[in-house]
């Protein structure tokens, strides 16, 4: 059995590797088998149509973003190519508006993020292995009722969690944001690392349990190397609910030491909206980190499911 | 930072000279908690004589949570800076917008500020209500500096069952129709100083722009889960106009019901003007484009032709600067405001207004020095001087000088004239249900799907709560 | 151990960060080295220490909080009288109530199945088509931003003005452009509704292709093959292969995208504060107990908000014991 660290196993997949080829081109037949289920003409026009409505949002704030607040409320977004009118200020405004410095709330957004994604995503796995691989009484009850407790609006908890908080005296640190995240995404990282657990084939498992392998070493070395896809999904997005999050850094984080980024961007219009136009730029600026890491990951699971091609 | 004690002048003098320093001195320590000030200039003293009384805070710290961010914020924590040099405390200042949502949840998990500023009476009312050991009475020294500086009724918004929980803070007035000068001038038009001549002048405009583009009114009351308040301070002040100071204290209070003739009346009179498809909504659509415009942008038509006026707060001046900072905001300029005409030019003026209030969670020495601060003409003085545009105080030893927008020092008259009665605006004095609940929704379906008048004030009547 | 509270500049607040990642890491290593030490362990010891952290911070967090939310359902605003189903006969006796129930209703069937949908047949037309990286990020794009940044989009998206005036909105220009009368797409009940909807579908289309394209991927090669040695291919292909091989991750994109759906109110407050017909549930539950400081009636608008879903707890409930008799 190789060594099962999740990383050499993203490595293994890599095209450049020898051993990613063979199972490229093997997926490659199928995918073209697949594709053919529409043609592929047809199929092409209507990507692009969905990808282009799907952005022309998006672009049309990236637009205003740059254009000075009077010609926003005079004319529309589509205009500006006509008669070009840009400006930096927004941008510059929202950046360095403020006496606290923009790079600091991006730092305690990174070091707030970074935990409350790996912390629920470890504590989730193991939980999901527990559901989907070790027979205990009470077993599918415990499950639906962690699955139930997604429902909990997130408001309800934040009295009972800030008292307790005070009581320990970590209010206002980070490290109640880390737990309340981490705990806000078990219900959720549960029921679809769960599913995904799940449909590994029932023998691989069976296989290892006859060499003698524990739960340990079979949520190591069996389940891992299959999961890292889904688990670089859950990750993904995690990082993005955690990133956009402001309700939990608000009641949590309440020192300015400790403020994210979206707690600037809620404070951009001013006390009472009078600096609306602020608004597109700050939306961008928040939106980029996200969109990188986005594309940085995006290979490991929008390349597919290929360790979980193992089943075929 | 040196701290000076110069020979002691005469104590507004004083205070003037401090608010001058302060301004270089603003550019010499920046951000008072992250240090995050560029300038280098040297630092300049500050007068400390009148903060003697605070005493010594070396080492201390007072926590603030508000409703006011960004620049605002910044004005805020500036105007703190004299205090903090000469006493030595420090201010830890945090702002939110979602403050009302979030203090409660702060004092129930025992993690209340030492200070929060209160944007409206009927939430300090409730905040009492429900947290009667949270919230303390207000100290000797700031409630001694309340009675000397601010008049009786600025006492009493910040009294709850005959205490004083809260002390004013800052101050807008709300009785304002936004105008452009230049406009008026040149259409021949007069500022109307009764109702009458409003509603003739808003003729006049109508018959003078026949094709209909150009509207007397423009309005915007979308403002997110609070869409309506712009529509309920109309209300409000019609019904200061056409019932009267008395009838309307009976109105907030519940004393006579929300669906009282009286103020059918007043908003059967807010719909002539609102209501009216020849008068509205210039440079934007029919009288429902009202319920989807947004507030910070109901009277951006003025600027481009498309309408002659809009019923908006002293604070509005700041989304002028917004949509162009050359726009100049003077009696002689491209825009201004002039007072909400009342029923006739003599009698008494009704005049509306908001403000903030400051509560305390805690009786330590520094908190109460620092609330009786914020109560002093000094820091009245200190935060005109720290802010270009948009604020004033109810105080009345602030220096009127230290203001530096016209809109903010006609404010400041109109709020110390004695011919004018002000009433603090009702929907922030009524209970959080009707205040800041159906009153607001009513008044847009008022205007969004036209629900008739006595349906409106039925259904705001029967949502009173009962207790 | 200030310095783990209270960390100074950006150099202490990682090394903050990378404390507390080891000091999770080590405390889960040793739980896991000391479970797999002894030769024979019951199940439910390997059980408890698999779930039990995750299930003390779920209890802890989430169980705790939602009883208490139960409990003071049936209290008055202060949680300090006991009012039995008061709070219950408000909430459902109120005139607005049928409306916000059916709002909530529809945004909960409408946007899972179009998002499901349409990111399905995203997942499945630009597979390894040449652009596939590229459109797919397009399409995921809207998932980084914030509810309340989307709002903003759409708001721009749907602004109205009269027609003789320069539309600053792009679809009431289109329908300008194309001779109709613009639109107060924000405004006009029932439809205004169906317009907020298309933000959260715009947001959640990108999650649900994203999970369906992964588990495309994985639908066995053999199975594939077969199929289309027997001659099956197009539409059929993917009726009968497709969508059976990724049930499972059809029902769990369609659980989390309706769960996320009901809890969802920033869109709605931010575009239109829950005004003309537009407000939802969840909505109410954040005004009631958190604006209005009505923490009996926001209670027990929660508990409806789980009532509600109850019926996908069932489905997934049937799914599971399905699921669980096939292994």
């Known amino acids: 059995m190789s060594i099962p660290i999740p990383d050499t196993t993203i490595v293994d997949e890599t095209p450049e590797q020898g051993k990613g080829v063979g199972k490229l081109d093997r997926l490659d037949r199928r995918a073209g088998a697949l594709r053919r289920t529409t043609s592929s003409k047809s199929a092409s026009i209507i990507a692009i149509v969905l990808a282009v409505l799907w952005t022309i949002p998006t672009f049309g704030l990236l637009v205003t973003s740059f254009r000075p607040a009077r010609e926003i409320r005079r004319t529309g977004w589509w205009t500006a190519f006509s008669n070009p009118e840009f400006t930096l200020e927004n941008y510059s405004d929202a950046l360095y508006g403020s006496s606290t410095d923009f790079a600091s709330y991006l730092v305690n957004s990174f070091v707030i993020t970074l935990p409350a994604v790996i912390i629920p995503i470890t504590l989730a796995l193991l939980a999901a292995y527990a559901f989907a691989w070790i027979d205990f009484r009470g077993r599918n009850i415990l499950f639906v009722a962690v699955f139930a407790l997604q429902i909990v609006p997130i408001q309800v908890t934040l009295v009972p969690l800030l008292s307790q908080y005070v009581n320990w005296g970590i209010d206002g640190s980070f490290w109640p944001i880390w737990l309340s995240h981490s705990i806000f995404a078990l219900p959720l990282a549960i029921f679809l690392l769960h599913n995904f657990m799940k449909d590994i084939p029932r023998e691989l498992v069976e296989a290892a349990r006859v060499d003698g392998a524990g739960h340990v070493r079979i949520f190591f070395t069996v389940l891992m190397p299959l999961l890292v896809p889904a688990i670089a999904a859950f990750g993904i997005f995690q990082f993005l609910w955690v990133w956009n999050d402001l309700l939990v850094a608000l009641t949590f984080g309440s020192a300015r030491d400790v403020a994210p980024i979206t707690v600037r961007l809620a404070e951009l219009s001013g006390s009472r909206g009078a600096s609306w136009h602020l608004l597109p730029a700050g939306a961008f600026i928040a939106i980029i980190v996200p969109v990188i890491v986005f594309l940085a990951l995006q290979r490991y699971f929008v390349r597919g499911l290929l360790a979980g091609s193992v089943k075929g | 930072m040196a701290r000076s004690t110069l020979s002691v002048k005469r104590r507004t003098l004083a205070a003037v000279a401090g608010g001058a320093a302060l301004a270089i001195v603003l550019t010499a320590c920046g951000g008072s908690d992250d240090g995050g000030g560029e300038g280098d200039t040297e630092a300049a003293p500050v007068d400390c004589a009148a903060y003697e009384q605070y005493g010594d805070l070396e080492g201390k710290t007072v926590t603030v949570y508000t409703t006011i961010v960004d620049t605002e914020a910044d004005q805020q924590q500036q105007s703190y800076e004299p205090f903090e040099e000469c006493t030595g405390a420090t201010i830890e200042y945090e702002g939110s917008k979602e403050f009302e949502a979030q203090l409660p949840v702060r004092i129930q998990s025992g993690s209340a500020p030492d200070i929060a500023y209160i944007p409206q009476p009927g939430f300090l009312k409730s905040l009492v209500q429900d947290y009667p050991d949270a919230i303390l009475p207000v100290g000797d020294a700031a409630s001694e500096n309340v009675d000397t500086y601010y008049t009786e009724s600025w006492r009493d918004y910040g009294t709850v069952d005959g205490t004083l929980y809260a002390t004013p803070l800052g101050a807008n007035v709300k009785s304002f129709v936004w105008y452009s000068p230049s406009m008026f001038e040149e259409a021949g038009y007069e500022i109307p100083t009764t109702w009458d001549e409003l509603v003739a002048l808003s003729d006049q405009i109508v018959e003078d722009n026949p094709e209909g583009d150009v509207k007397p009114w423009c309005a915007g009351i979308g403002s997110g889960e609070a869409t309506g308040w712009p529509a309920t301070d109309w209300m409000e002040d019609v019904v200061l106009r056409t019932a009267g100071p008395e009838v309307y204290d009976q109105w907030v209070n519940h004393e006579i019901p929300f669906n009282d003739p009286q103020i059918a009346d007043a908003l059967a009179s807010v719909g002539s003007v609102l209501k009216n498809e020849n008068y509205v909504n210039g440079g934007i659509g029919d009288v429902s484009s009202i319920a989807t415009t947004e507030f910070t942008e109901g009277g951006y038509p003025i600027v481009d032709g498309l309408c002659y006026m809009h019923r908006q707060a002293s604070f509005y001046q700041a989304n002028w600067s917004t949509l162009d900072p050359d726009l100049k905001v003077a009696e002689d300029g491209d825009v201004f405001a002039f007072y909400f005409p009342g029923e006739s030019a003599d009698a008494e003026k009704p005049l509306l207004g908001g403000g903030e209030f400051v509560v305390s969670f805690a009786d330590r020495p520094e908190v109460q020095a620092f609330q009786a601060y914020l109560t002093s003409p000094e820091w009245s003085n200190a935060k005109a001087t720290a802010t270009p545009q948009g604020w004033l105080s109810a105080n009345k030893e602030l220096d009127k000088s230290l203001l530096q927008s016209p809109i903010d020092q006609l404010s400041y008259e109109l709020l110390t004239d004695d011919s004018y009665v002000f009433r603090f605006d009702g929907s922030d004095m009524m209970p959080a249900a009707v205040g800041a609940g159906s009153f607001w929704t009513e008044m847009t379906e008022w205007i969004a799907s036209n629900k008739s008048d006595t349906a409106v004030l039925d259904a705001i009547e029967a949502s009173w709560p009962t207790s | ?327």
């Open chain 3, 1 to 327: 151990m200030d310095w783990l509270l209270n960390p100074e500049g950006t150099g202490g607040k990682f090394a903050v960060m990378i404390v507390a990642i080891l000091l999770f890491v080590v405390v889960m290593g040793v739980i896991l080295l000391l479970a797999d030490l002894p030769k024979r362990v019951p199940n439910w010891v390997i059980a408890a220490v698999f779930a039990g952290p995750a299930l003390l911070l779920i209890g802890f967090g989430l169980l705790y909080p939602g009883l208490k939310t139960v409990r003071d359902s049936f209290y008055n605003r202060t949680s300090t009288e006991f009012v039995g189903l008061d709070n219950y006969v408000t909430a459902l006796t109120r005139d607005e109530f049928q409306i916000v129930l059916r709002n909530t209703a529809v945004w909960v069937i409408v946007v899972p199945i179009v998002s499901t949908f349409l990111g399905l047949l995203y997942a499945v037309v630009v597979d390894r088509s040449r652009f596939e990286k590229f459109a797919k990020s397009l399409i995921f794009l809207p998932m980084a931003i914030s509810m309340v940044g989307a709002g903003i989009i759409w708001k721009f998206m749907y602004e109205y003005k009269a027609a003789n005036f320069d539309q600053i909105g792009l679809l009431n220009q289109i329908l300008v452009w194309v001779g109709l009368e613009p639109q107060k797409f924000l405004l006009d009940a029932p439809w205004n509704t169906f317009f907020l909807i298309v933000v959260m579908i715009w947001i959640q289309a990108g999650f649900a292709m994203t999970i369906l394209a992964a588990a495309i991927r994985g639908i066995p090669d053999d199975i594939v093959e077969a199929a289309r040695l027997d001659g099956v291919s197009g539409t059929r292909m993917f009726r009968y292969i497709t969508v059976p091989s990724i049930r499972p991750a059809l029902i769990v994109v369609l659980t989390t995208i309706a769960i996320g759906t009901l809890k969802v109110f920033d869109i709605v407050r931010t575009m239109t504060g829950g005004r003309f017909e537009t407000s939802v549930v969840a909505n109410e539950f954040y005004t009631q107990a958190l604006r209005q400081g009505e923490k009996g009636l926001g209670a027990a608008l929660a508990v409806i908000l789980f009532v509600l879903v109850i019926p996908i707890i069932i489905y997934n409930v049937r799914q599971l014991r399905a699921s669980e008799d096939i292994r």
